[in-house]
């Protein structure tokens, strides 16, 4: 018989005081390493040495921070076409991403996925997808196995708003609650599906209230927020390993830039996108950390130049690797083991 469940197990939040230095420090290093990685990005996709897309998760940084600030090394995710930042908050290295952005072999998937296929099994990343709602079904189906596997690991899975109108939402988060499966749905509310605003998509103001229709918990957090986000992940991955089944987190982040870069977006007013800029996530939680004296400058300063390092060195890593060889395009086509 399923757990009886509360619609107001999380509050969204956040305790700021009770969380430690090293913690905090950890987001701002998190959020810091998706920002330069997805700048540099656009810098070399822009000077023609990417090819297909870049969709930026600039602005939706504190998400992946705060959520996968959360889980333990051995728990799973899955990412989306803007997946960038799921992959390096789960702790996936620059060069590797950055060679698998230029086509290259040293990359993650040998270039064969690109920048929004890439996965890496040993760190629990089950992939990103370039199909909307795609990571759905992958993420329930996981969490099944590790339920039936009793190993304990719970799986975050991140998708957004527009991929929340898709039937394998429905699905997927109906299944898991009827089995109290371990997971935790990340819907990233950017406000937008390509050119059409959620508003106009989704006939509800807070978008957590589709949690009720599968009777689980459901919050409406401040994307830009990392430890609000942080804290509500906590508890719905403390309630998923334990075996009281999913919750649903909506993570509220207006989107910073086009849809992919190069997006003109000629269909969003200027207000609006310099309004998700001014509240810019990053730069407000830096300075939070400041004014808290949680961080000083010169700290601030060390992070910058570390992560600055780190992306030059992916960047470098990656123009100094080989293409995959036209044979390599017949490889690791079927699964030789399961
Ligand atoms: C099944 C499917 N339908 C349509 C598309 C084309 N498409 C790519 S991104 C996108 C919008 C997705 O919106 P959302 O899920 O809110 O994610 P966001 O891009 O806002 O992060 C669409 C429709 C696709 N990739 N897959």
Known sequence: MAPKIANTVLTGESSKSALDKEKLAKFYESMLRIRRFEEKAIDVFSAGKIPGFIHSYIGEEAI???????????????????????????????????????????????????????????????????????????????????????????????????????????????????????????????????????KESIHLTDLSERAKSYGIPGVNLDGYDVMAVYEAAQVAIDRARSGQGPSLLVCNAPRMRGHEEGDPQPYRSKEDIEKAKRNDPLLRYKKFLLSNGILSEEEIKAYDERVEAEVNAAVQFANDSPFPTPEQALEDIFVEEV
């Not at 990359?107 to 920048?115: H, L, V």
């Not at 991929?163 to 898991?176: K, L």
């Open 64 to 198: 992946a921070a705060g959520v996968c600030g959360a889980l333990e090394p051995g728990d799973q995710i899955t990412g989306t076409h803007r997946g960038h930042g799921h992959c390096l908050a789960k702790g996936m290295n620059m060069d590797r991403m950055m060679a698998e952005l230029f086509g290259k072999a040293t990359g993650y998937n040998k270039g064969k996925g690109g920048s929004m296929h890439i996965a890496d099994f040993s760190k629990g990343v089950l992939g990103c997808n370039g199909i909307v709602a795609g990571g759905l079904g992958l993420a329930t189906g996981a969490a099944w196995g590790n339920q039936i596997k009793h190993n304990n690991h719970v799986v975050a899975c991140f998708f957004g708003d527009g991929a929340s109108n898709r039937g394998p939402f429905h699905e997927a988060v109906n299944f898991a609650s009827i089995w109290s499966l371990p997971i935790v749905y990340v819907l990233e509310a950017n406000g937008w599906g390509i050119s059409f605003p959620t």
